[in-house]
């Protein structure tokens, strides 16, 4: 059996209510886990929240309540807008779970006990005091590079004062002095870089990203900082007792171990505990034995049916947090090379090209348009309206425009249209008419021909009323959006998969068109009433494939076409109705009745300027 495909994404932070950023990349990993559901992959998706900080303390000191009630509750927002927005995960993390905590404990203590045998020291976690200048806003160290050309920290720092504090470090370059960890963590990253894209397999996707994060390491010095004290930090995880009291940890050692702890398996009640609390573990993927501890490693046979994943994330958490500190700590903690993960690098949607950002208060609330447009739409925009990898702008006004186009005029029409002809001219009824009787064959292709001259259909096709119809050049026409929509999922590139099915629409509306059924209609002669057929079931078949591909981007709308084809309806409403095995034509039997149209895209009227 091929290993199941393990998708993760960023846990969003649950300071504030979830914004249309972190809708796009729920979704854009959505649509990723779907579409190999559809290939028939067992998936596991594992998405979450990262509720720790100085930023989720102050602002439940300034509402008066427990930092955890606050959490929960803005918790609740994200999974309410999960559920609104039809986005499957299949594991849940959430970072104030006790197993977490144990996990990222766990985990330290084992960097702790890997002792150098010389120094008896650990080769990866130190202690250091540092004095400096620290940024109350940024919670971090800053240094003369920091500084403004002025000589001053800017306010983009807000308060900052000096400190003197002892903290815990992770080793991210080799110690000149002591040659701990025992090898060189930066140079083993810079050749693991090289080596993933030599092997056409880079470890950061889009490839464009490859030289941003190589800099970025060639430039890393220093290590980080991985623990707060408990007297400035409260709401974190508190360090093992075998660090000495006062630690907790700080940002990346909670929030990057996430994808570590809820893997199915590292748990061995882990299944249990998600069906108790609420069934969020729809996934097929089964449970392993129970590793040996809680500790993370790729020893557990679960954990190694699923690892490595393929972690979706936006490009501000690429340097350093997952570029550089992930897979260092993944190689500390003995992931060999073969199982660090890739990262899915998303841009940012901006408003009129700046940042969103709450103090500019043009902050975009996703569940507020899925409320207005519906979820179907808003997913359809953010898949269809930004190149993966790159930035876009948001804009109501192109939500509602390619809405309009895509989904009411072309492919909503095409389902209105090709039911109602089919229940006017043939009672529902479509019916695979045989070659001889709708066209001439040609001749076929000489056996030396080129292979593409080969593959090209051999039907001269027939004249109908609006110019010629070529039935073959039609149906082949889909077998190659198949195979391009096929490539093109592949390389995440939703974008242009959905143009693939959008333009079969399109081609399929042209048919309609060209062919004007309600004229060959007309025509009682055998022939007229054999192109009539094939026009008839050209049109319906054009709509299950189109169906099929759009499952995973427009998974409420995929089941409306099958319902109104009448396909599949003892699996109504299951995502198996789906596969993308079934993408190829002449899956419709002849004789199947067609259903009754009923709009599935109402067109969104623009609001008055
Ligand atoms: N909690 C950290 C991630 C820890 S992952 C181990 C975090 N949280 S976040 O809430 O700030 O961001 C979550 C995700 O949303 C990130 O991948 C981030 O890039 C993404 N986005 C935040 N704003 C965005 C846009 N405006 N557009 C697209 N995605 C953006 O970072």
């Known amino acids: 059996m091929s290993k199941p495909f393990f998708i993760t994404t960023a846990i969003d932070y649950t300071n504030g209510a979830p914004h249309i950023g972190h809708a796009y990349e729920k979704v854009l990993a959505d649509v ?197 004290p408990a007297s400035r930090l409260k709401w974190g995880i508190p360090f093992p007792e075998t660090f000495g009291a006062g630690f ?49 490693g790729p020893t557990s046979s679960s954990f190694a049916s699923l690892w490595p994943p393929l972690h979706v994330i936006g490009k501000d958490i690429l340097i350093p947090a997952h570029g550089v500190y992930w897979p260092v700590m993944l190689k500390a903690l003995g992931f060999s090379d073969d199982e660090m993960p890739t990262l899915l690098v998303h841009g940012w949607w901006n408003i009129a090209g700046a940042k969103m950002s709450k103090s500019l208060g043009n902050v975009i609330d996703p ?3 899925a409320d207005k447009y519906g979820a179907e739409a808003l997913r359809y925009y953010l898949m269809s309206d930004i190149a993966t990898g790159k930035d ?20 909503g029409n095409l389902l209105n ?26 001749p076929p292709a000489p056996s030396d021909a080129p292979d593409a001259v080969k593959h090209m259909p051999w039907h001269s096709g027939f004249d109908a009323p609006g110019g010629k119809v070529y039935p073959d050049d039609y ?45 060959l209609a007309k025509d009682q002669t055998e022939r007229g009433k054999a192109q009539l057929d094939i026009v008839l079931y050209s ?21 409306g076409i099958f319902d109104q084809l009448q396909w599949k309806l003892d699996a109504a409403g299951h995502e198996s109705r789906f596969r993308l095995a079934d993408a190829q034509w002449g899956g419709l039997p002849d004789g199947h009745t067609l259903g009754q149209p009923t709009p599935l895209f109402p067109r969104i009227e623009a609001p008055a300027a």
């Open 475 to 519: 149906s082949n026409s889909f077998n190659m959006a198949v195979t391009a929509y096929t490539g093109h999922m592949r390389d995440s590139a939703i974008q242009w998969a959905l143009e693939q099915v959008v333009q079969r629409a399109t081609s399929a509306n042209q048919l309609v068109d060209t062919a004007a059924p309600w004229k």
């Open 392 to 411: 876009a702008d948001f804009s109501e006004e192109r939500l509602i425009q390619s809405y309009n186009a895509a989904l009411a005029n072309s492919l």
């Open 32 to 228: 990723l886990a779907r579409y190999h559901r559809l290939k028939g992959d067992d998936v596991f998706f594992l998405t979450g929240v990262d509720q720790h900080g100085q930023k989720v303390q102050q602002s439940a000191e300034k509402q008066g309540v427990e930092p955890q009630q606050f959490v929960d509750e803005i918790t609740a927002k994200f999974v309410a807008l999960w559920d609104k927005l039809d986005v499957q995960y299949t594991g849940w993390a959430a970072t104030t779970d006790p197993l977490h905590k144990e996990c990222v404990r766990a985990n330290l203590q084992k960097l702790w006990d890997d002792k150098d045998p010389a120094t008896g020291q650990s080769r990866w976690l130190y202690k250091k005091s540092q004095r400096g200048f620290y940024s109350v806003r940024q919670e971090q160290f800053l240094t003369d590079k920091e500084r403004g050309p002025d000589g001053q920290f800017g306010p983009e720092w807000g308060v900052v004062e000096e400190r003197d504090e002892e903290n815990f470090y992770f080793r991210l370059t080799q110690d000149p002095a002591t040659g701990l960890p025992g090898w060189d963590p930066k140079q083993w990253l810079l050749d693991f870089i090289a080596k993933r894209s030599a092997e056409e397999n880079p470890f950061v996707v889009p490839d464009f990203r490859v030289a941003e994060l190589r800099h970025a390491v060639e430039k890393l010095d220093g290590d980080l900082c991985i623990s707060r």
């Open 417 to 442: 249209r090709t039911l109602s002809m089919a229940g006017k001219y043939r009672v529902g009824k479509v019916r695979q008419s045989p070659v001889e009787e709708w066209g001439t064959p040609m």
């Open 248 to 296: 907790v940890t700080f940002v990346w050692f909670d929030a990057l171990v996430n994808y570590i702890t809820f893997v199915p398996g590292h748990d061995p009640n882990y299944a249990e505990r998600m069906k108790d609390e609420g069934g969020r573990m729809k996934g097929s993927v089964e449970d392993g034995p129970p590793p040996s501890s809680s500790a993370a």
């Open 539 to 559: 049109l319906a078949e054009s709509l299950r494939i189109i169906a099929i591909l759009i499952s995973p981007v427009l998974p409420r709308a995929a089941h």
């Open 367 to 369: 569940d507020a348009l």
